[in-house]
């Protein structure tokens, strides 16, 4: 994070500005009337390029505007005489121009500016005016030098004198550099040291260049050819200076100049520099070792940097020392610089001019460019060396008055005028500005303002109470206000009054005080993989009244987004990342008035580049050396560089690792396989990942030897129980080291001292037959192939065939049954029985019932191995269901059979507690209740006493007490009211036994909402549905019975006498029982009604047409009528009590109800 650099400075610059506010003078409006003041001027050794114009720069300000003249040489210069010299308008510069011809040398010399107005006269400094020069190098012949190996060499440069001096430096003739090291190297005047010459110094040449600076341009001298005269042994020396010459040499510097002492020694070995100063320390923070210690640097000298300095050459054959006397003298610096007087009438002032310097300086007074003691007498100024006197001054005694102070090193030049005025106060600055600044901050309210005599200022604040200084404010002499401090009850309006005998001024500032702008969450280092998305983070809180900006820079420079780049309010994303995005990124938040930025780097890794350029070199029979040059580490480091190899024989095309090393080797010896025809290839490692592989090497064909691996994995074992097969696992191909590999495998029978048997074969396996029951072998095998045998195997005992045990345990029992575990006992057999390995006591055991009655149980056979060899075996079985019966038997097992089966034995576990309930769930709940259902347990492990369920309010992390509810083990279900519906509860349920309860089913009720809560259940599980279904499907059976009788019975509808008899829309019921057939005037069709098969009706007498409109009756096969009785509406009969049969399904329903 870079914030405390910025914070750095912010401090500065306060700083620098709490400075200017003690320093700064009172300005003086330009609308006054003022004396001339000098505001530029050219440096004092002016150097200028010949091949430009010349230009003389000389403003200043004054009201009248002043008028400039100059002086060369310290005569009068007539500009108006020379037309290649202008004088710039309303200012003193001047430009000298050659287009027309001149020579720019013919104007060098001193200048010095005079502006001059109704109120004085204001000098420039004495410009040096100097041109330019780059003389060529003289003509010369340079013949060889010759020198004899080890001695020292001076190659001297001299290069032309020029104004400025050139820049020096040594080069060979393909304009390489010479390479410089604490044996050769360049002094200070150019030339070049050997501190002894070496054989090799003579291969090449030395040419020393100058450059000149203003020119640009540079020039070489002949080159120096060496000639080294070479001995057999070369003999050494002591040390030996070869500048500067003798014991002791001075130097003298001035002071804030730099301070450069050169030692260089000649010797053989070469000469080690050292420095000290004698009577003291060096000045560690000013001081510089440069040019491999033979240079001591010190910048800015001051006057306790003289004294004895110090430098000693040594090597293994003896010291030499040189001391230097340093001296410090001082051209002229300033103590107190005259400032500008603005005076009254009738007041009194002084000009001080103090200077100091080495030698000391004289210090001379002018008045408007004149000496003060040829200047007209004046009874109001009295000169006192240093300083000038003003009593009771007077309008029109304003003048500029020159202070110069000088030695022989140099001198300075003031002007300071004092301007007599008589103005009432006045403000110079803007009125009512507002000021908003960042609390806790040093805050500055200005107010410039001006009047003669000097007027009294004061500060108020919302123009209440007395002036306000001391404590937190402070009030400079140029009227500024500094609150130390900013608070928000520092807000308000600060008014300042300027106030003198002629009168009074105010203006006033209205000051905000706002929070700072703060940046919360700063981007952060970080390193990003190619192609991967970086995201770097700057959140920034401020003032809410203040807008904040969020800008983003790279490497100093704004950010360019682009369409890949992507910006928010609180971060930058940089997607798939690319090397170009590799930089410093800064976020600056910026508001009005403040702004803070904080930054972080992004490294962009990558996986690194191949290696390149494998090379195999220092071949041996099983080792070859190999080396390559790393790619790129694109900012990871190569921390390993895999090697892998292909081979033509086994698996061509196919590579594999043959190992690794660490990222800083390139050069490493491979160890190899006999008989292989190898390639390598390399692959480099970062953090990031694996590079592409390497391009592959050339061949490496390894000789063929004898094996040196031993077959692994060899074993005897009995596949039948009268043979022994003898098993091993091949060689790897890369283990063979030969063509024609084959195995000798030995075997023996242990303790038998028989001879060895053995066999030759190229597979991977041998039968022995005929082998007696589980009789131990000695085995051992060897592997050969054409150049001959590799090593023997150690020994390893194989077995033959094993056969089924000939005795079982006996006398199995139990004891200490338990609900889930049992002691177990039983008698052993005798351990030759079992006719091979004694692998265990294998128990079978299952669940013959449980004693929970009705429960189904599962009667799968599980089985436990025990392994005892004691006289009075015994073991736990565990992990039993409770309250259940239980067989088991028992068996003796070698690796392949076991024996007849133990007796049988039956036991029963004890009653447990019992498993947690089946389901447990909230199936139903309205606003009040909470229906709660369970199941039986899966496993009761005894008799069911019980449930007990406990539930308590949860609340968040707040619970309620438990409460407590027990029920008979025939109840399944619970509904619980609850006196606030939006209470949510936790329930633990338990089935018990009379051993205890079990385990809890634990559920959470649902959540309610404050909005009306309607159960969302399933009707078509209710109880009342069902119901309701049920008798509606009942009573629709009732009426298709009575209608199947009815149409059975062929049932007739009664027919009228009377025809004219009109019928009611509605049936009438009489009260004996009976029905009247009524009809409307619409003839509407009686419901189920239906037309006849045939489609026809036969007419007779008692046809029922006659009693309709003209509309045809319909019969179905039996003769029943099924249409609807109409009648017209001329007939008046109506029949009495007569009662008539329901016929018709409509009627049948009548007659149920």
Known sequence: MLWQDKHAALTFMSLLLLLWQEAAPIEVPEDLKQ?????????????????????????????????????RNGKFFNIGKDPRVTMRKRSGTLEIGFRSGGRPEDYEGEYQCFATNDFGVSLSNKILLRVSKAPLWPKEVLEPVSVTEGSALVLPCNPPPGLPPPFTFWMDSNMSPIPQDKRVSMGLNGDLYFSNVLAQDANTDYSCKARFLFTHTIQEKNPYKLKVQTNRKVAESTPTFLSPSGSESSKMVLRDEQLLLECIAAGLPTPIIKWFKKGGELPGQKVKFENFNKTLKIVSVSEEDAGEY?????????????????????????????????LAPEENGRLVCRANGNPKPRIEWLVNGQPIESSPTNPNRQVLGDTIMFHSVQIGSSAVYQCNASNEHGYLLANAFVNVLDLPPRMLGPKNQLIKVIKNNRTFLDCPFFGSPLPELRWFKNGQGSGLDGGQYRVYINGTLEIKRARAEDEGTYTCVASSILGKAENQVRLEVKEPTRIIQAPEHQSAIRGSTARFTCRVTSDPSLPVSVAWMKDDKPLYLGWRLKKDDESLSIPNVNEGDEGTYTCTAKSEIDQLSA?????????????????????????????????????????????????????????????????????????????????????????????????????????????????KGLRGWGSRKDNMEITWEPLLDLERNGPNLHYIVWWRRKDAEEEWNNLTTVGTNHVVHNTEIYVPYELKIQARNEFGAGPESNLVIGYSGEDKPTDAPTDLRVSKVDSTKVIIHWNPVDLNSVQGEFKEYRLYYWRESSQVPGLVVSKEKKVKGFYSTTAKPSGMLSDLAPYSNYKMFMVVANNRFESQPSNTVAFTTKEGVPDAPRFFKINRRSLDTIHLEWAKPLEPNGILTGYQLKYQTVNGSKVGPFQLETFFPNVTEFFLRV????????????????VGKGEDYAEESPHFTNEAYIDQVDIATQG???????????????????????????????????????????DQKDQDGSFDYHSDEDNKPLQGSQTSLDGNVKESDDSLVDYGEGGDGQFNEDGSFIGQYTVKKDKDETEGNESSEATSPVNAIYSLA
């Open 35 to 71: 004396p001339p003041t000098i505001m530029k001027q050219s440096v004092k050794n002016y150097i200028v390029d010949p091949r430009d114009n010349i230009i003389i720069e000389c403003e200043a300000k004054g009201n009248p505007v002043p008028t400039f003249s100059w002086r």
């Open 310 to 342: 110090v430098c000693m050459a040594n090597n293994h054959l003896g010291t030499i020392r040189h001391s230097i006397f340093v001296q410090v003298k001082a051209a002229p610096y300033w103590l107190h610089k005259p400032s500008d007087q603005v």
């Open 599 to 711: 930054s972080a780097r992004l490294t962009v890794l990558a996986r690194p580049d191949p290696p390149m350029d494998l090379d195999l070199s220092d071949p041996a029979a099983r080792s070859v050396r190999l080396t390559w040059i790393p790619g790129k580490e694109h900012r990871s480091p190569i921390t390993e560089f895999l090697v892998q190899f292909e081979e033509d024989r086994w698996e061509p095309g196919r590579w594999q690792n043959l190992s690794s090393y660490p990222g800083d080797l390139n050069s490493v010896i491979l160890q190899l396989a006999p008989f292989v025809n190898y390639q390598f290839r390399v692959i480099a490692i970062n953090s990031v990942g694996q590079s592409d592989p390497s391009r592959p090497s050339p061949r490496y064909k390894t000789t063929g030897a004898a094996p040196d691996a031993i077959p």
């Open 979 to 994: 006196p606030d519906r939006f209470s949510r509860y936790k329930f633990f349920l338990s089935a018990l036994t009379q």
């Open 1024 to 1066: 009342w549905f069902i119901g309701l279904m049920c008798a509606i499907a009942l009573i629709i059976l009732i009426l298709l019975i009575v209608c199947f009788i009815k149409r059975s019975r062929g049932g007739k509808y009664p027919v009228r006498d009377k025809k004219d008899l009109p019928l009611d829309a509605v």
